[in-house]
């Protein structure tokens, strides 16, 4: 028993316990290749339904005997899916999924920042807007991306060390209320400094542009733009995801339990909670800017407190205990508005004529999720897909609920 | 010169006096223990070498070097490790990644390897989960390794404290309280493995107990406090037949 215990520990730090991840990103770069290679029109949705099947076969099906099943192969069928999408969608379905992805950039910021080291923000829309603003403001004075992305991910970024200050003194609605009228004071400058940010007209900006030495790509349509945006995603999963199983992510997780404890295993806690502004607020920032080429007219409105609780609306829904509840919780973003416009034709008249119909379901949805489902989306799929593993065996206590706290309220 | 030296440490919270003028050293390789009535100030002893308090006057001198100079999130790195009374753990964390957590101060790679998960933050995290495997191991957790700490019992999570602490592999190791709260058996282990931490892993131990056959079992040297101050300090038996600290416990005035 011990020693099947004792040789599990180098497995905890693989993407997949039971591996694959190699062929996983073998697998897809190759596919990637293919679409870029191949002739337009070559490889047609049969094509990539067959690649999908041979390539779940091939590469990662060779180890579903192992114990867990195999994560990777699930994982690859959904990175075939996703890299197919653009030939199988139509357009408006293909810009649908880049915001998709887009809101799941910044949702993983957020849930490293509030799931992870425990604080929370309201400010968010903030960094989206330095984000999208940056990248405007550089993207139409020519720079291309490789030069815009970067600087808008630090801009945010710095913003995000200066919201980390009150952080540093307060917490839970405290906190919630100074990144609140942080993000109010930039929506404010956006409004006002009309020289740079256009005023209320906003900046207008199309497709950006990649330029390497000696090399310069023009992206030209949603659907070359969506490979853009699924690249930076996947990078940025990867990058959170390292976070997570590394000593960082361990010290954010210290941080949001107890800072007295933390502090007495050497946890620097203010300079966690800096860093975890800081790298939220740069994804976050990343997000914005990729939002921006998505909208192609930013204004202040579009980065009101609304798209803040929009975007904690999503990890609340998602679940942020986890970087899927990101995931669930940007598809629901996105969804959710079009269902209920769908919806509203089901109505009567007088009560879908109503304004504030859509916020009023939003917030609805956010109550009866923090009354009945703390742990999301994500977390109702975890006990389904246990329900169905354990199946004769399945008990309603399998779960304890657990009290989940925002930065823990006790110091010392 | 002594691992630990406490130089006329006094401390107050308002009018009350909760440490005065207290002076004792602790020598290497050591179990010192502390004992006292309840509200001694035997924890706020604790919390002032931790830096969680600041004190009124005096001094705490480690290997030489003074304490109260130094934020509390560098003491662990001196080597000064410690448990807390009512328990202070990582409560959504998994019992090894707690064990982790205690390793924190041993992180050698940087932000960015760790952000591409380079070969150098592989090898560094597969080492600290090699330690903290040998300490569930010697404490006996390898059962609740991967369960987190909000569904354990309260003596595993004392002794998850403990282990936490071990894995900063620290040279003072303060524990407050350690038995209260275990069954009997439990007690028993924990005197055999506060013996062995001493003997084996070679910490010196400062330890605070209300238990007086763990005490007996483990200390080298007895310090007994009552209201801030010294009362008796010698061998497990003197201390325990001192009269003023019989008068203290049963409290009678003096
Ligand atoms: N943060 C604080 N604020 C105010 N008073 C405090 C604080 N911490 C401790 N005290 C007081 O200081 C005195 C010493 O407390 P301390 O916790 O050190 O006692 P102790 O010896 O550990 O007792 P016990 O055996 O009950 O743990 C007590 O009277 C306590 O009420
Ligand atoms: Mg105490």
Not at chain 1, 78 to 91: F, K
Not at chain 1, 135 to 164: D, F, K, M, Q, T
Not at chain 2, 78 to 105: D, K, P, S, W, Y
């Amino acid at each position: 028993m011990r020693a099947l215990l004792k040789t599990a520990y180098a497995q905890d730090i693989r993407l997949f316990r039971y591996g694959g991840t190699g062929r996983l990103v073998c697998g897809l770069l190759f596919y990637a290749a293919l679409l870029v290679i191949a002739p337009r029109g070559f490889l047609t949705a049969w094509g990539a339904c067959l690649y999908a099947l041979a390539f779940g076969i091939i590469l990662l099906r060779r180890d579903s005997q192992d114990e867990g099943g195999s994560a990777a192969f699930w994982y690859g069928l959904l990175g075939v899916a996703l890299l197919s999408a653009p030939l199988l969608a139509d357009d408006y379905a293909v810009s649908q999924l880049s915001f998709v992805l887009t809101y799941a950039i910044a949702g993983i910021g957020l849930v490293l920042l509030s799931g992870q080291a425990g604080q929370i923000s309201l400010g968010h829309a903030a960094f989206m807007a330095a984000g999208a603003y940056t990248e405007a403001i550089l993207h139409n004075a020519g720079a291309g991306l490789l030069v815009s992305l970067p600087a808008a991910c630090l801009v945010a970024a710095a913003l995000g060390v200066l919201v980390g200050l009150p952080a540093l003194r307060m917490r839970g609605i405290y906190l919630a209320l100074a990144t609140y009228a942080f993000a109010f004071i930039v929506e404010e400058i956006l409004a006002r400094w009309e020289t740079v940010t256009g005023g209320n007209q906003g900046l207008t900006m199309d497709w950006p542009r990649l330029v390497l030495p000696g090399v310069s790509y023009g992206f030209e349509s949603e659907r070359e733009f969506y490979y853009l945006v699924l690249g930076v995603f996947a990078a940025a999963l990867l990058a959170a995801l390292n976070l997570m199983r590394s000593a960082t992510g361990r010290a954010f997780q210290a941080v949001r339990d107890s800072e007295i404890a933390a502090k007495s295993m050497g946890v620097n806690v203010a300079a966690v909670k800096t860093t975890a502004f800081t790298i939220s607020a740069g994804l976050t920032g990343i997000a914005g800017a990729l939002y921006g080429h998505l909208l192609f007219t930013i204004t202040p409105e579009g980065f009101t407190i609304f798209l803040s609780i929009n975007l904690l609306l999503m990890i609340v829904v998602g679940g942020m205990g986890s970087l899927h509840g990101a995931v669930f919780g940007a598809i629901f973003l996105v969804v959710l508005p079009q269902l209920i416009a769908s919806f509203r034709d089901l109505l009567p008249p007088a009560l879908a004529s109503q304004s504030g119909i859509e916020s009023g379901i939003f917030g609805l949805i956010i109550i009866l999720f923090v009354l009945f489902e703390p742990d999301g989306i994500y977390g109702r799929w975890v006990k389904i897909r246990a329900y169905f593993d354990l199946f004769p065996l399945y008990r309603k206590g399998s779960f304890r609920r657990q009290r989940r706290t925002m930065a823990s309220e006790r110091d010392r | 010169m002594s691992l630990l030296e406490i130089e006329k440490l006094e401390m107050r919270f308002g009018g009350l006096i909760a440490l005065k003028e207290l002076d004792c050293s602790v020598e290497e390789g050591e179990i010192f223990t502390i004992i006292g009535p309840n509200g001694a100030g035997k924890s706020t002893l604790f919390n002032i070498i931790s830096r969680f308090y600041d004190p009124f006057g005096g001094a705490i001198f480690y290997r030489g070097e003074n304490l109260l100079r130094r934020p509390s999130h560098a003491i662990p790195r001196l080597g000064i490790a410690r448990t807390f009374q009512n328990i202070e753990l990582f409560e959504g964390a998994t019992v090894l990644e707690n064990m982790l957590l205690g390793r924190h101060i041993r992180r050698q790679t940087g932000f960015l390897s760790e952000l591409l998960f380079l070969p150098s933050a592989r090898r560094e995290e597969e080492a600290h989960r090699h330690k903290a495997e040998e300490i569930m191991d010697f404490l006996k957790l390898e059962a609740y390794r991967d369960q987190r700490i909000a569904n354990l019992p309260y003596g595993v999570r004392k002794i998850v404290e403990l282990g936490r602490a071990l894995a900063s592999e620290p040279k003072l190791l303060l524990l407050d309280e350690p038995s209260s709260g275990l069954n009997a058996e439990e007690t028993r282990d924990m005197a055999f493995w506060i013996h062995d931490i001493r003997d084996l892993l070679g910490a010196t131990i400062l330890l605070v107990e209300h238990d007086m056959t763990l005490v007996r079992a483990v200390s080298d040297r007895v310090l007994a406090l009552n209201q801030g101050r010294a009362l008796a300090l010698g061998s497990p038996a003197e201390v325990s037949a001192d009269k003023a600290v019989a008068r203290a416990y049963l409290g009678e005035d003096a």
